[in-house]
């Protein structure tokens, strides 16, 4: 093979694996457009806002968006919106994972999977939602470990 075959096949290796770089990152943008959207979709199930039609709910986002001039109405939003989170991470609770040293007494077993908790046999740990300082009693108590993790 000659110097210049050999350089056009260096070149066309290079072509094809930026192709695949770029290919990766066009997937990589869509899942985390795709995760954007996820979540979004969700605020608008935890606004209770699910019975509006469509036209309605554009409409509303809309009105919305000429809201955005008012650097006091965001303020406001941000206000409500913190409250919301706090209060749902009081009720409902924030992701933990909890994983014990010893093994589990049939009662406590009962009693993470009765408050909604998992074991994952991969990890093997206890994974769910709850309060964090209502857990750390529980866990401390039987040898355990809890930790918040992020969504």
């Known amino acids: 093979m000659t110097s210049l075959e ?9 072509r094809v694996r930026l192709q695949q770089m770029e290919a990766l990152i066009k997937l990589k943008e869509r899942k985390k457009k795709i995760s ?15 019975s ?9 986002l809309l009105s919305l968006k000429e809201s955005l001039k008012n650097t006091k109405t965001l303020k406001d939003w941000e206000k409500v919106g913190g409250i919301f989170i706090e209060k749902s991470k ?7 994972e909890i994983s014990f040293t010893d093994t589990l007494s049939k009662e406590l077993s009962a ?4 408050k909604g908790f998992k074991f994952n ?3 093997s740990v ?26």
């Open 36 to 50: 954007q959207q996820i979540k979004y979709g969700s605020f608008i199930e935890k606004a209770d806002l699910l």
């Open 52 to 60: 509006l039609s469509e036209e309605q709910l554009l409409g509303a």
């Open 126 to 151: 206890w994974e769910g939602l709850g309060n964090l300082e209502e857990f750390s009693i529980i866990v401390e108590i039987n040898n355990g470990k809890v930790k918040e993790i992020s969504r």
């Open 6 to 14: 050999q350089k056009r096949k260096k070149v066309e290796q290079q």
């Open 121 to 123: 046999r991969f990890r």
């Open 90 to 96: 009081k009720e409902i609770g924030v992701p933990l």
């Open 111 to 114: 009693t993470l999977k009765s």
